[in-house]
T-cell receptor
């Protein structure tokens, strides 16, 4: 089945620095979403980006379908960005499988 | 914003007992899912459903049953709870198919089996 690998496993940044999170997957993806999980556990979809580049606020995702990889760039990080970022991949006609996430800590 | 409500928010169960986790969504979504989250494993799909009165197996269905009595409601049933089923369980819903549709999650149910 689809394997989803995320890196790094954890990351500590100073407030204001940028973050680059990676997601690699083993099979062709027809859908790719990035999620944010708060320290309290709630999950929110950040953006959907199966191919190309998408921007929303301080977030930019770039997915290179042929190379089976996606990145999430967070610019000018804030302490409120702390949490876990999850990548989820769907193959055609199935459901989304998740990576194990990148735990981000932004310190003042 | 889609609303997905799970109950209970937390539960302590005894080994061998029956546990039912409930999920209710109010956005008229066709698809509903049950995931479990364990440290080191991320989120893994247990069961899902795309229409009332029908359920499908996900990646880790053993030891779990699911029930979709209506479009709005989706339950996860542990007939004989085991220690290994201690985890946080998330329900999610989405529109017609997952492709190009966002997943909306409930707040999770923390299940402890003792």
């Amino acid at each position: 089945g689809q394997q989803v690998q995320q890196s790094p496993a954890s990351l500590v940044l100073q407030e204001g620095e940028n973050a680059e999170l990676q997601c690699n997957f083993s099979s062709t993806a027809t859908q790719l979403q990035w999620f944010y999980q708060s320290p309290g556990g709630s999950l929110v979809s950040l953006l959907s980006n199966p191919s190309g580049t998408k921007h929303t606020g301080r977030l930019t995702s770039t997915t290179v379908t042929k190379e089976r990889r996606s990145s999430l760039h967070i610019s000018s990080s804030q302490t409120t960005d702390s949490g876990t970022y999850l990548c989820a991949i769907e193959n055609s006609g199935t459901y989304q499988r998740f990576g194990t996430g990148t735990k981000l800590q932004v310190v003042p | 914003e889609a609303a997905v409500t799970q109950s209970p928010r937390s539960k302590v169960a005894v080994t061998g007992g029956k546990v039912t986790l409930s999920c209710h969504q109010t956005n008229n979504h066709d698809y509903m899912y049950w995931y479990r989250q364990d440290t080191g494993h991320g989120l893994r799909l247990i069961h899902y459903s795309y229409v009332a009165d029908s359920t499908e197996k996900g990646d880790i269905p053993d030891g779990y049953k699911a029930s979709r009595p209506s479009q709005e409601n989706f339950s996860l049933i542990l007939e004989l709870a085991s220690l290994s089923q201690t985890a946080v369980y998330f329900c999610a819903s989405s529109g017609k198919g997952v492709s190009n549709e966002r997943l909306f999650f409930g707040h999770g149910t923390k299940l402890s089996v003792l």
